[in-house]
């Protein structure tokens, strides 16, 4: 171990410095930071982030501004709901949006944890619903969300109601699932999942892995030329090591290495599933994002933090 680096395997080194080290770009312990993206925009660029505690979208800048560019969320949704999350050290109330994507339009599209819908915000500000419902029963708690480049929206929902009667107008769907959204149609792909949560594809978008949180597993689909997912394979089991932290959030860089949170950290791991290296971090992860000025940036959310760590290249 050298810095804040665990190394199983020296290709580790191909990605992160020796001597790499996790610096604190914010810190909030009320909040509950997810869903960081990346936006390159003139010469400096951006990163936008949730803190789903407040129902906000945030925007830090280099120099360590940090400002609001949407908020509200709960009182424009039809449907949103309180869901209290245990984080062991305190308890949380998660209404607002949750994990973040930019279309083809550069369009932000969220995934509404509390809200129980995939929304929109269109670059006037105004936003739209573009899911809530399956088959006439409500999403429950949608969770992350990736954009294909045909343009289709993959997202996972994270929960299933089966405490609620059919009867009743809010009762959601029964299962934990992964969604994809195209032209104003919703499609369930697979949904034998504890709970459905970071998704993130292969460079050629030949596969796509999903991660079931509770389960501490990493799955990876064979995605067909409509879109569908086909074979599913185990691509990574979490459950050997006891430290705190679960698969969350996850990435995938242009040569097929996937970063997913779990124990301890950040786990990197090769195209075939070999774990490289983790990243340590002194709270539980939930999310990440590559960026920067020249993209070698690796930006990592916990529920109170928001971090950064230098890559040895730009992984995209």
Known sequence: MVGDIISYRDKVYDILPEDASVLALLEDHSAFFEGPVWISEGAEGHLIFTDIVRELILKWEEGGKVDVIADRFSQTSTNAQSLTFDLGNRSVVLRGP?????????????CGFGLRHLGRIEKGGRRTVLAERYRGRLLNSPNDVIVKSDKSIYFTDSSADVTRADSDPDKGVSYSGVYRWSEGEISLLDNDFSTANGLAF????????VNDTRRKLIWRF????????????????????????????????????VYCTGPRGLWILSPDGAKLGVIRTRERLTNLAFGGRDGSTLFMTGPSFLWRVRLARNPL
């Open 98 to 110: 949750d994990g973040l994507a930019l279309d083809d339009e550069g369009r932000i599209v969220y």
């Open 202 to 209: 292969s460079p050629d978008e030949k596969y796509l892995y």
């Open 222 to 257: 064979e995605v067909d030329s409509a879109g569908l997912l086909g074979t599913r394979v185990k691509f990574c089991d979490m459950n050997d090591d006891p430290a705190e932290g679960v698969p969350d959030g996850m990435k995938v860089d242009k040569v097929g290495n």
